[in-house]
């Protein structure tokens, strides 16, 4: 009576201790005991709790909190076969859902923390998900089917809808249980969600049939009026309303709206930072350097400039020098707004540019503004290396080259050969 064909997709299957005193970021009590490593995830490279390097401080991986999988039509149309009407037919079906790939705050799939991200979500469920940016059709599409037997049938385009939350996992100093130091990866403040799907399937599904549960099959028959009318008496051949699955579109299409309209709030919120009132900062002054190297952190001078590697001198004008700024810690991860002496202003990733790979830094008036809070990840008491991840795109910050004038930049997984490492150094 039926046969199935698969549409296959691309897919995977101290700051030193004298520094830090006067900061108010000197080490905290050591805890009774370290905490224990959490279990390992299924194709999770890195685990938490594992030995980092002072290298890894500007770097991140995913670790998946939650996943839900969840059967659902893509196309359907009611369809009813006559006893003339049975063998082969192709049938225009109606979009019911479009789905797209994305994680965190970028809309897609960009960089290649995404990318292990949803890698180490198939690799958990053991199912071969989307990795790369993608969406199902958004426009109606035609499907070949034959039909054996006469009856009202459901031909639907499914697939399984992948999503959950993921958080960060990065290199942090952590206090051992005799009070020693080590740095360890661990899990940060970073959080998102994720959204993939697996291959597409195509089929035709009538009241009658026994399906699996919870299949793509058993969604595409709960979408038919099993029991109507329109179902059990004679009918003509061809197109059959379908109210289940009128209302299933219109539930989609409402929470695709809500989706956007809540995406695009954001985006307008973090264009417009509210401007804040004052700034407490920290009497300390810093420059931010690469480790070793004379060439350091040096805000622009013009406004439509970036962040650059220069090398401090008398024409600086206060540009490498930073403060920070209205300083939180949670669970030893600092949280802070980066203000340049210079120019006056905040450290921060342009909003119109936010979500791309590789934006660079610049600095815009002081807001109350998550592009503008940093966090800052801490090597072992002694040495002043750190790492920084942009708090609202959960980017780590770093460049492309050692070279005077380059531009820091944002890399979703940060610098993997450790240029992503800087130091904090007292002025």
Request: proline share 5%; net charge positive.
């Amino acid at each position: 009576m039926r046969r199935t064909t698969t549409r296959l997709g691309r897919g995977l299957g101290a700051l030193i201790a004298t520094a830090t005193a006067a900061v108010g970021l000197a080490a905290t009590p050591a805890a009774a005991s370290p905490a224990p490593a959490a279990p390992a995830a299924a194709g999770q490279t890195v685990q938490p709790g594992q030995t980092c390097t002072a290298a890894d401080l500007g770097k991140r991986h995913p670790v998946i909190k939650t996943t839900e999988v969840t059967p659902t039509i893509t196309q359907f149309k009611g369809w009813y076969v006559t006893q003339g009407s049975t063998g082969t037919q192709t049938i225009s079906t109606n979009v019911q859902e479009t789905i797209s790939v994305s994680v965190g705050v970028n809309g897609t799939v960009q960089g290649s923390f995404a990318v292990e991200a949803l890698g180490t979500v198939g690799a958990s469920l053991g199912l071969n998900v989307q990795v790369n940016y993608t969406s199902t059709s958004s426009t109606n599409k035609s499907i070949t089917w034959d039909f054996y037997q006469p009856g009202y049938y459901g031909l639907y385009e499914g697939t399984k809808k992948v999503t959950g939350t993921y958080g960060s996992l990065n290199c942090n100093r952590t206090q051992q249980g005799d009070g020693s130091w080590a740095l360890k990866w661990t899990e940060g403040p970073d959080t998102g969600s994720y959204t993939t799907f697996t291959t597409l399937e195509e089929g035709a599904v009538r009241c009658e049939d026994k399906v699996p549960a919870n299949s793509i099959m058993a969604k595409a028959q709960g979408l038919l009026d099993c029991g109507s009318p329109a179902a059990t008496a004679k009918h003509p051949a061809g197109p059959v309303p379908s109210a289940k699955a009128d209302q299933a579109k219109h539930d989609a299409d409402n929470a695709a709206t809500a989706a956007k309209a809540t995406q695009n709030m954001k985006a307008t919120q973090a264009a417009k930072p509210a401007p804040r009132a004052a700034l407490n900062c920290q009497p300390a002054v810093y420059r931010i350097h690469v480790p070793g190297k004379p060439l350091n952190w040096s805000a622009p001078a013009l406004a439509n400039d970036g962040v650059r590697l220069r090398e401090s001198n008398w024409t600086s004008a206060h540009l490498d020098n930073w403060r920070l700024c209205n300083v939180t810690e949670r669970n030893g991860v600092i949280e802070a707004s980066l203000w340049n002496w210079g120019n006056g202003g905040c450290a921060t990733i342009p909003a119109n540019i936010a979500n791309q790979e590789q934006a660079y830094l610049t600095t815009a008036a002081c807001g109350e503004d998550d592009l503008q809070r940093f966090y800052i990840y801490r090597d072992v008491p002694g040495s002043t290396k750190i790492g920084l991840q942009n708090k609202y795109t959960g980017s780590m910050l770093g460049h492309d080259r050692y070279a005077d004038g380059e531009l820091i930049r944002q890399y979703s997984s940060g610098r993997q050969d450790g240029t992503g490492t800087y130091t904090l150094t007292a002025v």
